[in-house]
């Protein structure tokens, strides 16, 4: 099936779906962690816009407000309160790179290839935007879960956990024109939660052991393990 015979706004859709998606990649390659967030509030702004445009094609007119919802949350707010987070923690200008960078791309290529094979039972040709749209979002998932596995700094791990409820987003609202607004209202709700705790748990821990390092966190747990 070819894309270009999509209706337009639909085209728009897998463009903007498309960047999100590159985002997570951009995300995942980051070096800097202020990078990283400016990253992920460019991914929250396309899922408020993709949004937006998702309200245009249906009429669905509720999905204005969760566009403007979206983009003060996730594209504002959140990434205000990582700002604020790393300037506490003075990790301004703190570094990560990944372990072997290329092989860990190379598997988030992996991913969206994984992705695009999962959704092919979807092969009916007024499915062809749904099955896209699904596979990116799955991707956008999968890359978020990847970020969260191989980054060992506690925030950055954050921002793909934040990533990942991108991906579930863009696929609630893009595949079934929406949620309905009480259910939106209530996972802005509880993400809005999740990061004010996040923040409280990373002051604590920086104050107790003056590291956010994971790994290091494992190896105070196997050194207690081994000292019993």
Avoid: C
Wanted: no cysteine; glycine share 4%.
């Amino acid at each position: 099936m070819n894309l270009t015979l999509l209706p337009l706004l639909q085209q728009l859709l897998l463009v903007l779906a498309a960047i999100v998606l590159f985002l997570s990649f951009v995300l995942l390659a980051q070096v800097r962690l202020i990078s990283a967030i400016h990253a992920f509030a460019w991914q929250g702004a396309l899922v408020a816009a993709v949004t937006a445009v998702v309200a245009a094609t249906g009429q669905v007119h509720h999905l204005y407000f969760s566009a403007a919802l979206t983009l003060a949350l996730k594209a504002l707010l959140i990434p205000w309160m990582l700002h604020r987070l790393t300037r506490r923690l003075e990790l301004e200008r703190h570094t990560e790179s990944l372990q072997s960078p290329a092989l860990v791309t190379m598997g988030a290529v992996a991913l969206v290839i994984f992705s695009y094979w999962l959704v092919l039972p979807m092969i009916h040709a007024e499915m062809t935007f749904t099955r896209n749209i699904i596979a990116i979002s799955l991707a956008v998932v999968l890359i978020g879960l990847l970020m969260m596995v191989f980054r060992t700094q506690a925030v950055a791990q954050v921002l793909g956990f934040m990533s990942m409820e991108n991906g579930l987003f863009l696929a609630a609202v893009s595949a079934t024109d929406g949620m309905p607004l009480v259910v939106e209202l209530g996972v802005a709700f509880d993400v809005l939660v999740a990061m004010v705790l996040f923040g409280v748990f990373f002051l604590q821990l920086r104050d107790s052991i003056d590291s956010l390092d994971v790994d290091r966190l494992n190896r105070l747990r196997e050194t207690g393990g081994d000292s019993q």
